[in-house]
Structure formats: structure tokens, C-alpha cells
């Protein structure tokens, strides 16, 4: 069993839907938990980061954590097509020294 | 003014050749990292270095060998390439601060195509 699991998709919305993202995981010692986008043939780009429960507000995105249940989620408010991307969760223990462990992605694609 | 460099964005040769990539990062971080993605897009961690200390090594064939000049620098040298070699190599870097160095910046990526 991989230690964090996302639907890889392909998830297509049409402009203006909520879109959310999930990832699970198996191990409670993960106390980070990032959101990151990725454009075709680009680097990940850190979109989110959180180290509580609850939920952290950014503009469109919206950033929650259940760690009672290991499941994390990002919701995209009024999608755009430029919201097109792969969103990766990624996920680090304390002192593991920074090492992430990423989610397989899910491919997202917002049509106009 | 970008944040985290790499170079070459593309390297394209052949079965047994030496090649390496290089990284710069002007962030002022402590810590730098190599990431592999595959073809699937799943990125996993190579290694890490904290002021040109190796801390994260992981289960990486040994042909691959990481060299750090400086904390803001840090090259990745592959010996004997392999077919299975061909992916997208990323770099990044964090701060090294407790929660925040998990909060990582990653570079452009070098995509590796080994034929």
C-alpha cells in the first residue's frame, strides 16, 4: 500500500465549477501537508501548505485537512482554464529531514 | 531574478555516456534536493543536502552521484546511463527551519531522455 494515494483522474470541469482534489493517507506521523500545481512541462509550484487540522483560505483555493480520518482535500472556487494543470499532494513527517512524499497527481482540466 | 535554475532543460544521449545537471538556487535556502519524475508524473526524492552535507540519500543506484560546491548549488552527475534513466530530474530548495522545510521550491525540471 502506497503511503499517500490521489485519484490520478483525468477530472474535466467546465468553467466556473468547484473542483476538488483528495488525497489519503495511511501513516498519522505526516503533520505537512502541501498542494502543489503543476503546468505541462514545468516545475511544481507550491500552492498551498499546511501543518494543522482544519482549513487554510487562499483566494480560489481552499486547503483542508482531516487527520482523524488521513484524508486531505483542495477546493478550486470558480474554476478557470487556467486552472488546467496536475495538482500534486505532498506530505512530511517531523524530523524526516524534509523529505515529501507526493501523491501520484490528479490531471485536472477546465473547459471554457 | 529566478528562484531556483537548472541546467540543461533538455539532455538527450545515449546508453553508457557520463552526464550531469546543475542546479543554482538564489533563494538563499539552506537545503537543496534532487527529485526524479517518471513518465507517470510520480516525483520521488533523491537526495538532499543542508549546507553541502549529503542528509537524505535514498535507495538510488550508486551511478548517480550528487555534489554540493556550495548551499547554493548542488549538481547531480549520472554515470553508465540507462535506458531507465530517462526522466524529468527537479531540483528544489527550503529553508532549513523545522516546519519550513518542507516548504519547498522547485526549479524548471531537466528532462532526460536516455536512448
Known amino acids: ?112 | 531574478d529566478t528562484a531556483v535554475s537548472q541546467t540543461p532543460k533538455y539532455l538527450v544521449t545515449q546508453m553508457g555516456n557520463d552526464k550531469s545537471i546543475k542546479c543554482e538556487q538564489n533563494l538563499g535556502h539552506d537545503t537543496m534536493y534532487w527529485y526524479k519524475q517518471d513518465s507517470k508524473k510520480f516525483l520521488k526524492i533523491m537526495f538532499s543536502y543542508n549546507n553541502k552535507e549529503l542528509i537524505i540519500n535514498e535507495t538510488v543506484p550508486n551511478r548517480f552521484s550528487p555534489k554540493s560546491p556550495d548551499k547554493a548549488h548542488l549538481n547531480l552527475h549520472i554515470n553508465s546511463l540507462e535506458l531507465g534513466d530517462s526522466a524529468v530530474y527537479f531540483c528544489a530548495s527550503s529553508q532549513d527551519k523545522r516546519a519550513q522545510t518542507y516548504e519547498q521550491y522547485f526549479g524548471p525540471g531537466t528532462r532526460l531522455t536516455v536512448t
Do not use: H
Not at chain 1, 494515494?5 to 477530472?11: F, I, S, T, V, Y
Not at chain 1, 473542483?19 to 506521523?29: D, E, G, I, K, Q
Not at chain 1, 495538482?87 to 501523491?103: D, E, R, V
Open chain 1, 1 to 112: 500500500q502506497k503511503e499517500v494515494e490521489q485519484d490520478p483522474g483525468p477530472l474535466s470541469v467546465p468553467e466556473g465549477a468547484i473542483v476538488s482534489l483528495n488525497c489519503t493517507y495511511s501513516n498519522s506521523a505526516f503533520q505537512y501537508f502541501m498542494w502543489y500545481r503543476q503546468y505541462s512541462r514545468k516545475g511544481p509550484e507550491l500552492l498551498m501548505y499546511t501543518y494543522s487540522s482544519g482549513n487554510k483560505e487562499d483566494g480560489r483555493f481552499t486547503a483542508q485537512v482531516d487527520k482523524s480520518s488521513k484524508y486531505i482535500s483542495l477546493f478550486i472556487r470558480d474554476s478557470q482554464p487556467s486552472d488546467s494543470a496536475t495538482y500534486l499532494c505532498a506530505l512530511g513527517k517531523p524530523g524526516n529531514t524534509g523529505k515529501l512524499i507526493f501523491g501520484q497527481g490528479t490531471t485536472l482540466q477546465v473547459k471554457p
